[in-house]
């Protein structure tokens, strides 16, 4: 998302609620940090509209975003995601999200869980949280990384210094200006 997203988001249907109470803002949960993951993911290629229009499907396919649920899927789970309407059938994508709650598990295991595992490897540099998501995940290229580190505060420039929105991201204390990173407004 741009620095025009502030721009057009206020008041669209579609964008203005996500833009206004969740993009850029600090997550710690570990579902909604996994919902992330996975709308970034399943908007490579697509609209953001599309995926905020199917968010609740979304959700309702992929059992609330629990990652123990969705690790625990199987064959049958699968073809029932790769058959729904309601979501974006890829198969890669799909293989990935599950693939993805697996190594969340592991990640949980060996850092306490994926809030953690992002705190202990923050700050970096963009091009460095892609070579570490690359690692760690699948179907994570520099831009999926780069939108879900903006909207879960990893990253400056969710919100330009203009949008009166901005405001309340520097009030929840986004990780990017715990690290004194100054970079407010994206080229």
């Not at 997203?5 to 993009?23: I, L, N, R």
């Not at 999926?144 to 405001?167: D, Q």
Request: charged content about 25%; some cysteine.
């Amino acid at each position: 998302m741009s620095q025009a997203y502030c721009d057009s988001a206020p008041g669209d249907p579609v964008h203005a609620s996500y833009h206004d109470t969740e993009y850029g803002f600090p997550v710690e949960d570990e579902s909604a940090l996994f919902e992330r993951l996975v709308m970034e993911i399943n908007q490579a290629g697509l609209s953001w509209a599309t995926i905020l229009r199917k968010r609740e499907n979304f959700r309702a396919a992929y059992s609330g975003f629990n990652v123990d649920a969705v690790a625990a899927y199987g064959e049958a789970d699968r073809e029932r995601l790769l058959s729904d309407k309601g979501i974006i059938r890829n198969r890669k994508k799909v293989d990935a999200v599950i693939d993805n709650a697996r190594r969340l598990i592991a990640i949980r295991d060996s850092h306490g869980g994926f809030h953690n595992w992002l705190q202990l490897h923050h700050p970096r540099a963009h091009e460095d949280w892609t070579k570490l998501f690359r690692e760690t995940f699948v179907f994570t290229g520099p831009l999926v990384v780069e939108e879900f580190l903006l909207s879960t505060g990893y990253l400056p420039g969710a919100h330009t210094a203009r949008c009166p929105i901005f405001s309340k991201v520097m009030g929840a204390g986004p990780a990017w200006l715990e690290s004194g990173l100054d970079h407010i407004e994206r080229e």
